[in-house]
């Protein structure tokens, strides 16, 4: 949507939904975050280049965001892939910490997509290093996992994360198209779906996303979620 607004949206790739706090949203092509109410209605912009987050060291400040995930204590985490990190904020957007550029013995490449669990590890995908990680909400690594290839746990291009609230994280990756099943502390558990014309297959998947016990997958080729 074209405008200079603060509540336009010029574009978005990521977005995240809390009952209790709203809507939030990357608006990608204008290195923010937009804070919506439930009922849709603008509230703030967060994690901008100006105000009381600007500064030399560009804390707080996000370029290129990508996925967003809010946890049960209502700290929103943004994968900030212009900066090669995982940005948290306070709801009101308050800048907390970063994970990243180095994380462990990793130097960070392409975060785009994050999530947490209950017991608020956090989990983020890096599509250029072909990697999952999961870590301590300080950012302390506690493992890494995933590799280039086509086989069992590896990936060509991995786009999207989602845990489902309990046991495992499912991760889709849109050139093998398929969903890969994982364990919270990394293990490959199967591979689901795959690319082709059948009903049940994918034509070209670009997300994906867990509600309740539903998987739930966005695929472009044939315009429908499935």
Do not use: C
Request: proline share 6%.
């Amino acid at each position: 949507k074209p405008g200079k607004d603060p509540s336009v949206t010029r574009g978005t790739e990521g977005f995240a939904v809390s009952q209790k706090l709203g809507l939030f949203i990357s608006d990608t092509p204008n290195n923010r975050v937009q804070r919506f109410t439930p009922e849709g209605e603008w509230k703030a912009n967060m994690a901008e280049s100006s105000g009381m987050f600007d500064s030399k060291a560009k804390e707080g400040r996000v370029k290129d965001p990508r996925g967003i995930a809010i946890n049960d204590q209502g700290t929103v985490y943004v994968a900030d892939l212009g900066n090669r990190r995982v940005d948290a904020f306070s709801p009101e957007g308050a800048f907390t910490t970063a994970i990243g550029p180095v994380v462990g013995p990793h130097e960070l490449l392409e975060p785009i997509a994050v999530a947490w669990d209950k017991a608020r590890f956090v989990y983020f995908l890096d599509k250029g290093l072909k990697k999952i990680f999961k870590s301590e909400p300080s950012g302390a690594l506690i493992a890494a996992w995933g590799e280039e290839g086509d086989g069992p746990g590896q990936f060509r291009s991995p786009a999207a994360l989602a845990f489902d609230g309990s046991n495992y994280l499912y991760v889709l990756d849109t050139k093998l198209r398929r969903v890969s099943v994982y364990s919270k502390d990394g293990r490959w558990m199967t591979d689901i779906f795959a690319g082709g014309a059948d009903e049940r297959e994918l034509a070209e998947p670009v997300s994906l996303a867990v509600r309740g016990a539903r998987l739930m997958i966005s695929d472009k080729g044939r315009g429908r979620i499935q």
